[in-house]
Each structure stands twice: as C-alpha cells, then as structure tokens.
C-alpha cells in the first residue's frame, strides 16, 4: 500500500469536484465486512455518495457492530447471499434508485455475472472495461491505466472500446488534451510481437474515425511514453510520446502488474472504476488506503453526473 502520508492533490482536486456536483445514490452490493462498510461510510460523510446497503441484514449488522461502525442512518435491503446481493443491487440501478453500482466484500466475478446478465443487468453496446486513475507522486494531473481488472486478454475490437471508455472517462476528469500511449515492450512494430501490430492498427483506426477524443501513438515502451527525455533519445517525434496521460496495457496482467508496482513501489494511489455499463461501477480493494477509495467514489460520482447532465454517456 501507498505510505500513509504521501500526499496526492491530483485526488484532493477530484474529490473536492465531485463534492462541489452533489452526492448520488449508490447501491452497494454486499457490504458485509469493515472494509465494505467503511468505504461506504467513508464516502457518505464526505458528502460524495449516499449508500443504499444491499445484503444480509443479520450479517452486515453483525459487521458494523464487530468494527464499532454505525450504519444506523443507511437503508439497507435484506438479501439472503451474495449472489441474490448483486442481483438486486443490479435492479435498484434499473428501477432508477441509485446512479452508482459499488462492489462490497463479494468477488468480483459475482458481481460481474449480476452486471452483464441477459436482460436483467447493466450492459450496453459497449464492452465493459476498468480503469485506475492514479494519483502518480510528482505528475501534475492524474494518469489512467487500462485494464487491469476485466479484459483478460482483450482482442483488437475490445481494445477499440477499453481505448473510447477511457477517453471518455478522461474527458470527465478534464484532461486536455487527451493523449494516449498504446504500450508494447517497443516503440517499433513487429510481427514477432501481436501487441505492436494491435498498437499500429488502434491508432489507424483513430485517424478514421473508430475511436474518437483522444490523440493516440502506440506501439510505445514505457520509459518513451511517459518520459519526454526517453522519448527524445528514441527520436520519437509525436504529440503522445513522452506526455502520455492514459496508458493502455497489451493485457490485464501487464495492466496489472504496472498499477501495482505505482503503487507499492512508487508511492502512487490508485482509484479503480468499471466503464462501458449503464452506471459507473466503483471496484475498491481491502488493500486501498482511505484516499483511494473515496477518489474512486469521487470519479463515479463525475461519470454519474456526466450522465444525468446529457453530456457524453460513457458505454452507450
């Protein structure tokens, strides 16, 4: 985890916006653990959400009164397991009483299985995709890594959508402009490496008119991406190279492992969303450190008032 005391004011921005829009209502699946319920109340005394409980009564009581917490004030709707918990968490988004979708302490899977159930969950024309925003110690503005968390080993059309979910999540956050580094291990292109040819076909599909709102380059190594003196060494000559602000991993183990190592090795923070359904889904880990999670919730609660303003809808 993050140190304790690092600060992170790209997050104190967010949070503050979506303190500024107003707080949603956000149905919580199975929230029946500290860390659950924490994050929930975390957030609803900031003023960023207010948590509808969904799950077992006796369990999530049981829970709150073991960790001294008081839920007194929160709704909670009785459920009988997990399974039943994300399901009915799923109706509330439908039935149009709450805006936000937020994981509590079920795997993220059965969750997942709630959301893009047939015609009872939340899908869209879109794949849906996660995204970290990073608070990155010593970068001015927050960094987006794509995906890390869903797409296991997404094909070039899933990369089509986790590239636009991300863009549109950028436009949220008020990047500008928007400029995304498809990653490889090179910044050549070579049949011996699938990501690199994906990488070539994903930015000529941009000057198309696939993807649209962002500036894309790709293939590009890390170091060339993010760093303008790499960039320079390579003589790479490109209004991405260097001054990428949305990073889009060849896979989720790549994805993965990039997040993770910025954040327990270089001091970052990481808050985690899910795009590409009909709300934004907030996906919090045990191991987030309280500023992650509530600039998870702050960035929900901005996609879901992107939303309800008629502005771009993310996923549809």
Same mark, same amino acid.
């Given at each position: 985890?993050?140190?304790?005391?690092?600060?992170?004011?790209?997050?104190?921005?967010?949070?503050?916006?979506?303190?500024?829009?107003?707080?949603?209502?956000?149905?919580?699946?199975?929230?029946? &653990?500290?860390?659950?319920?924490?994050?929930?109340?975390?957030?609803? =005394?900031?003023?960023?959400?207010?948590?509808?409980?969904? *799950?077992?009564?006796?369990?999530?009581?049981?829970?709150?009164?073991?960790?001294?917490?008081?839920?007194?004030?929160?709704?909670?709707?009785?459920?009988?397991?997990?399974?039943?918990?994300?399901?009915?968490?799923?109706?509330?988004?439908?039935?149009?009483?709450?805006?936000?979708?937020?994981?509590?302490?079920?795997?993220?899977?059965?969750?997942? *299985?709630?959301?893009?159930a047939?015609?009872?969950?939340?899908?869209? *024309?879109?794949?849906?995709?996660?995204?970290?925003?990073?608070?990155?110690p010593?970068?001015?503005?927050?960094?987006?890594?794509?995906?890390?968390?869903?797409?296991?080993?997404?094909?070039? &059309?899933?990369?089509?959508?986790?590239?636009?979910?991300?863009?549109?999540?950028?436009?949220?956050?008020?990047?500008?402009?928007?400029?995304?580094?498809?990653?490889?291990?090179?910044?050549?292109v070579?049949?011996?490496?699938?990501?690199?040819? &994906?990488?070539?076909?994903?930015?000529?599909?941009?000057? =198309?008119?696939?993807?649209?709102?962002?500036?894309?380059?790709?293939?590009?190594?890390?170091?060339?991406a993010?760093?303008?003196?790499?960039?320079a060494?390579?003589?790479?000559?490109?209004?991405?190279?260097?001054?990428?602000?949305?990073?889009?991993?060849?896979?989720?183990?790549?994805?993965?492992?990039?997040?993770k190592?910025?954040?327990?090795?270089?001091?970052?923070?990481?808050?985690?969303?899910?795009? *590409?359904?009909?709300?934004?889904?907030?996906?919090?880990?045990?191991?987030?450190?309280?500023?992650? =999670?509530?600039?998870?919730?702050?960035?929900?609660?901005?996609?879901?008032?992107?939303?309800?303003?008629?502005? =771009?809808?993310?996923? &549809?």
């Amino acid at each position: 985890m993050n140190a304790p005391n690092t600060p992170h004011p790209n997050y104190d921005i967010l949070i503050a916006a979506a303190r500024k829009v107003g707080p949603v209502t956000v149905a919580v699946a199975h929230p029946c &653990d500290r860390h659950a319920l924490e994050a929930a109340l975390d957030a609803a =005394r900031m003023g960023l959400v207010s948590p509808i409980l969904v *799950g077992p009564q006796a369990r999530i009581r049981k829970a709150a009164a073991e960790a001294g917490l008081d839920i007194s004030a929160l709704p909670l709707i009785d459920t009988e397991h997990s399974h039943a918990s994300a399901f009915r968490a799923v109706e509330l988004i439908r039935e149009g009483k709450a805006a936000v979708l937020m994981k509590g302490s079920l795997h993220t899977d059965e969750l997942m *299985g709630a959301v893009v159930a047939g015609d009872t969950g939340l899908r869209t *024309g879109r794949r849906l995709s996660h995204c970290f925003v990073m608070d990155v110690p010593g970068r001015s503005e927050p960094l987006i890594i794509t995906d890390a968390a869903v797409n296991i080993n997404p094909t070039l &059309d899933d990369k089509v959508d986790i590239i636009q979910n991300a863009i549109d999540l950028a436009h949220v956050l008020k990047f500008d402009p928007v400029k995304v580094a498809i990653l490889a291990a090179v910044e050549t292109v070579s049949a011996k490496m699938p990501s690199t040819i &994906d990488a070539a076909a994903l930015c000529k599909m941009a000057d =198309r008119g696939q993807i649209t709102g962002g500036i894309l380059d790709g293939p590009l190594a890390m170091d060339n991406a993010i760093d303008p003196e790499a960039a320079a060494i390579k003589q790479l000559v490109s209004p991405v190279a260097g001054k990428a602000n949305i990073l889009v991993a060849p896979d989720l183990e790549a994805g993965n492992m990039l997040a993770k190592s910025l954040t327990f090795m270089a001091g970052a923070a990481a808050a985690g969303i899910v795009l *590409g359904a009909r709300v934004p889904i907030i996906l919090t880990s045990r191991a987030d450190s309280v500023t992650a =999670r509530l600039a998870s919730c702050a960035v929900a609660v901005l996609v879901a008032h992107s939303k309800l303003a008629g502005a =771009r809808i993310l996923g &549809d």
